[in-house]
């Protein structure tokens, strides 16, 4: 079976602390994804890759980043976590070539708690 | 850009009442949709998919969707919900930039 893991299903963290979300995927995708989720905003784009070494930015960058330097991993990195990125982030992986149309397949979720 | 519009925040049913979830989503020339299913605590799974063919799309457990080309709807049934089916259901549409654009959700509420 296919699968999207993101490493934490929860975390706290501290503000101003630096803080990384694992995203791995072992599909061999090479479009990868993270959004942020809230109550009646829904899914929210931060940041996408579709190459390693490859980044662009979402709909929401800003207070994020994010590394790809292996096409299976992609982490997003709150630089210095405030309490307004508490969240639910979401990462999703895709194959390339949108005639194949299978849509996203998602991970699990990591709901991250800035206190 | 495309945009999706879903009509209803929460819906509330009986269970083995049937339910509609409603969507529409701003025209385009080629229109790729898709309807997805978030459990509680869980991520997104893919419920079902219209990329072209016959508008009446079936999914996972037992759900439906129709494409409306005229009216630029693509709503979700099942005659029949079940306890189970209690979970925020998305619905998405794919943008020309080739991203997937989501709605902002419908909660599904099932009452015994």
């Known amino acids: 079976d296919v699968k999207v893991t993101q490493s934490s299903r929860y975390l706290v963290k501290r503000t101003g602390e630096k803080v990384f979300l694992e995203c791995v995927q072992d599909?061999?995708?090479?479009?990868m994804f993270w959004y942020r989720q809230d109550p009646g905003l829904g899914l929210r784009l931060i940041y996408f890759?579709?190459?390693?070494?490859?980044?662009e930015k979402g709909d929401i960058p800003e207070g994020y980043s994010v590394s790809r330097e292996k096409k299976e991993r992609f982490s997003l990195i709150l630089e210095s976590a405030s309490t307004n990125q508490t969240s639910m982030y979401l990462c999703?992986?895709?194959?390339?070539?949108?005639?194949?149309?299978?849509?996203?397949?998602f991970g699990s979720g990591t709901r991250l708690t800035v206190v | 850009a495309q945009s999706v519009t879903q009509l209803d925040s929460q819906v509330p049913v009986f269970e083995e009442a049937p339910v509609e979830l409603r969507c529409n989503y701003s025209?385009?020339?080629?229109?790729?949709l898709f309807w997805y299913v978030q459990y509680p605590n869980q991520g997104l799974q893919l419920l079902l998919k219209?990329?072209?063919?016959?508008?009446l799309v079936k999914g996972i457990n037992g759900f439906e969707a129709e494409f409306n080309k005229s009216q630029t709807s693509f709503h979700l049934r099942k005659p029949s919900v079940h306890i189970s089916d209690t979970a925020e259901y998305f619905c998405a549409v794919r943008n020309r930039d080739d991203k997937i654009i989501f709605g902002k959700g419908t909660r599904l509420h099932i009452l015994p």
């Open positions: 890759s579709y190459d390693v070494k490859m980044k």
């Open positions: 219209y990329l072209s063919g016959s508008t």
């Open positions: 025209s385009s020339v080629s229109v790729y």
């Open positions: 599909m061999d995708h090479e479009n």
């Open positions: 999703a992986s895709e194959r390339q070539g949108a005639n194949l149309n299978y849509g996203y397949t």
